[in-house]
């Protein structure tokens, strides 16, 4: 299958700071990206979704001022927690898909905010 | 509304069969996923079916059924690694993955 690789795998900060998490399609041109959050023991929730080139579009109820989502082009997308707090602490994760095919996952992002 | 249902828990035997089922409601459908999570990882991708019937792959096979809006995950000759969580996902007429909670399944020797 396709490989997304999503950076860092593990990240500890301080409350108040802020941190992006990497998603790059290594070998393909991803027209869609999902970026989702998972608390323990809980289903994967998708937080927002973005197109190359355009602005995400973010599910109801997760604030786009503290999620910044950037999809600058067909292999990368940015996730930026802004004013991480200890609430924010979760697993991130990111999907790549093309145009019709099925979506790729990244190896996820451990969030822990002290 | 759109809903995805799967059992939440399930138990078998090492070297057994097992089939977890699930049913979707969407607004259209553009496919059925399977996705595998182990614990603390990022799910990967077993299978796609966008059309009835079913398709193998190995020791796992996925089945659907658009008109009964169902499908089921089959593994056979269970092995300890296979204890996971097993995310069923149906794509929508917007590409949107609709996801279900998850069964997680427990493999006993």
């Known amino acids: 299958g396709a490989v997304v690789s999503q950076h860092p795998s593990r990240v500890i900060c301080k409350s108040g700071t802020s941190v992006k998490i990497e998603c790059r399609s290594l070998d393909f041109q991803a027209t869609t990206m999902f970026w989702y959050r998972q608390f323990p023991k809980q ?24 999620f910044l989502i950037n999809h600058a082009s067909l292999t990368l997308s940015t996730l930026t927690v802004t004013s991480a707090h200890p609430e924010d602490s979760s697993f991130y994760i990111c999907s790549a898909r093309r145009i019709e095919a099925e979506a790729f996952f990244g190896q996820g992002t451990r969030l822990t905010v002290v | 509304g759109q809903n995805i249902d799967q059992p939440t828990e399930m138990t078998a035997t090492e ?49 659907l059924s658009r008109s009964k809006g169902y499908s089921y995950l089959l593994l056979k000759e269970l092995q300890m690694k296979d204890s996971a969580s097993y995310l069923c996902a149906a794509m929508d007429s917007n590409y949107q993955l609709i996801w279900g909670a998850g069964t997680k399944l427990i493999i006993k020797p």
């Open chain 1, 43 to 66: 289903s994967l929730m998708l937080m927002a979704t973005s197109n190359e080139g355009s602005k995400a579009t973010y599910e109801q109820g997760v604030e786009k001022d503290k």
């Open chain 2, 15 to 63: 070297g057994a069969i097992v089939q977890i089922n699930c049913t979707y409601q969407t607004s259209g459908f553009n496919g059925l996923f399977w996705y595998q999570q182990h614990a603390g990882e990022a799910p990967t991708f077993l299978s796609y079916n966008v059309l009835d019937g079913l398709e193998e792959k190995g020791r796992f096979s996925s089945f």
